[in-house]
């Protein structure tokens, strides 16, 4: 089945360093794939989105470009901040009306100290 | 913006006791979702709804049910909370309405405690 493998966790940096998360994913077809952020004491909001392979996805400084031929879809960002603290989370959709089906991984915190 | 509305926002219950969880939204949206959320698992669909009494489950429904009488308001019951189901819980709704995309609009969460 469909499934989305994320970096461990937690992830520390400081302020201004490069970021990346690694996400690898498994599915059949052509699947949409997304990163989310969640805050703490929030809910999760979509970040960025890559709907096709090659797409890039971007939005507050991060990307992320769909891999089809090495199943990834990795998170980056050249300067954090320690705004970005917070935890993300890969996550694939599979359309096709019942079949749909939208996968997340488990997380991966972030922490940035000044 | 999306408006979902989630109540209560923290719980503290006992095991046994039945409990209901209640997601409201403003944009007259078709889909709604709810969504466990647990360390080392990530999120993960109990049911979720395509209309007024049209409801599905996810892949962790067991102990759940849930009821959709109005487009705005979607229940999630625990007829007898298990301590397993301690967790946080998110209420979601697709971004773009009518459409089962993975851009979802999420809630701020249920702090659930069965002890």
């Known amino acids: 089945g469909d ?16 970021l ?9 077809g052509y699947p949409s794939l ?5 805050y703490p004491g929030e809910g999760l909001q979509l970040l960025l989105k890559a709907t096709k392979a090659d ?10 470009t769909y891999r ?25 959709s599979t359309s096709g009306g019942s079949n749909y089906k939208l996968t997340f991984g488990k997380g991966t915190l972030l922490t940035v100290n000044p | ?5 989630q109540s209560p926002r923290h719980k503290v219950t006992e095991t046994g006791t039945p409990v209901t969880l209640r997601c409201h939204q403003t944009e007259n949206h078709r889909y709604m979702y709810w969504y ?12 979720y709804s395509y209309g007024v009494k049209d409801t599905d489950k996810g892949e962790v429904s067991d102990g759940y049910s849930v009821s959709r009488s109005k487009t705005e308001d979607f ?31 999420f809630g701020e969460g249920s702090r659930l405690t069965v002890l």
């Open chain 1, 68 to 92: 089809k031929e090495t199943t990834s879809f990795h998170l980056e960002k050249g300067s954090v901040q320690v705004s970005d603290s917070a935890v993300y989370f890969c996550a694939l």
């Open chain 1, 55 to 64: 797409d890039k996805g971007s939005n507050k400084g991060f990307e992320a």
């Open chain 1, 3 to 18: 499934s989305v493998t994320q970096m461990e966790g937690p992830v520390t940096l400081s302020e201004e360093a490069f």
């Open chain 1, 20 to 28: 990346t998360i690694n996400c690898t994913y498994t599915a059949t």
């Open chain 2, 36 to 47: 466990r959320q647990d360390p080392g698992h990530g999120l993960r669909l109990i049911h």
């Open chain 2, 1 to 5: 913006d999306a408006g979902i509305t």
């Open chain 2, 75 to 105: 229940l999630l019951t625990l007829e007898s909370a298990t301590s397993s189901q301690t967790s946080v819980y998110f209420c979601a709704i697709n971004m773009i309405e009518g459409r089962r995309t993975g851009e979802l609009f």
């Open chain 1, 34 to 38: 997304f990163w989310y952020v969640q």
